[in-house]
C-alpha cells in the first residue's frame, strides 16, 4: 500500500501499523491511582517536555475538530505505540541491570538510564496522546516478552539487546517515526513524535558505541 493511500490516521498518528497476532492476548493497565506516586510521576514526566507538551496543551486539544473515524485510527495507532513504548521500557530496564553486572564503564550506564526513562516518558507521552482521543488505560496486549534469555551467557544477552534493540530497532524507528511525523496534521502529535524521533535518534547511537566498545 502506498503513502498516498493510507486512511486517515495520517492526521492524528502518522503512519497505519500492522498489528501483530499475539497483540489481542493479556492487558497492560497503564492508569494511575496512588496520589503521591502520581504526582512524582507527573513531575518527573513533564520536566524538560517544551511548551508544546505541557499537560496545559494536551488539556487544549480539542476532539470535535476530527471525526469519529479519525478519533478511532488515532486511538488505535497510540495504543500500539503506548504498548510497543512500555515493551521497550520492561526490556531495557533489564539491560540496564545486565550492563551493571556485565560491569560496563559508568559513563555507559549512565547514558543506559538515559534511555531506561526515556521510555519511560515515552509511554506517558503515548498514554497522554490515547487519553485525549477518547482512549482509556487498559490496553490490550503483553508487554513482557521482550524479556532476555537467561539461558544464554550474561555478555550474549547483552550484546543480543545492543544489535536487536538498539542497532536495529531504534535506528528502524527512528526512520519510521519521522515519516510519521512529517505526515502529521495535528500539532501536538507533531511534538510528540518529534520527541519520540529525538530521544530515540540517541538509543540508536548509543547502541552502535556500545557495540563498538565490546567487539
Do not use: K
Not at 170 to 186: D, F, G, I, W
Amino acid at each position: 500500500m502506498s503513502i498516498r493511500t493510507l486512511p486517515s490516521t495520517i492526521r492524528l498518528a502518522g503512519l497505519a501499523r500492522h498489528t501483530p497476532a499475539w497483540y489481542n492476548g493479556g492487558m497492560l493497565d497503564l492508569s494511575s491511582n496512588v496520589p503521591d506516586l502520581d504526582a512524582s510521576h507527573g513531575d518527573f514526566m513533564d520536566d524538560g517536555y517544551p511548551a508544546e507538551l505541557s499537560q496545559a496543551a494536551f488539556a487544549a486539544f480539542d476532539p470535535d475538530q476530527y471525526s469519529a473515524a479519525e478519533l478511532e485510527a488515532g486511538r488505535q495507532v497510540w495504543r500500539g505505540r503506548a504498548l510497543d513504548e512500555y515493551r521497550s521500557q520492561v526490556g531495557l530496564t533489564e539491560f540496564l541491570a545486565e550492563m551493571t553486572e556485565l560491569g560496563l564503564p559508568f559513563g555507559a550506564l549512565g547514558a543506559g538510564a538515559r534511555v531506561v526513562r526515556d521510555e519511560v516518558r515515552h509511554t506517558e507521552l503515548c498514554r497522554r496522546m490515547l487519553g485525549i482521543l477518547g482512549g482509556g488505560h487498559v490496553i490490550p496486549g503483553e508487554p513482557n516478552w521482550v524479556r532476555s534469555d537467561q539461558r544464554l551467557p550474561l555478555r550474549m544477552r547483552v550484546l543480543r539487546t545492543i544489535v536487536g534493540s538498539l542497532c536495529v530497532g531504534e535506528t528502524l524507528s527512528v526512520r519510521m517515526l519521522n515519516a510519521a511525523r512529517q505526515r502529521s496534521e495535528n500539532e501536538l502529535a507533531h511534538e510528540a513524535m518529534t520527541c519520540l524521533v529525538s530521544d530515540e535518534s540517541f538509543h540508536s547511537r548509543f547502541g552502535w558505541s556500545l557495540l563498538e566498545m565490546l567487539l
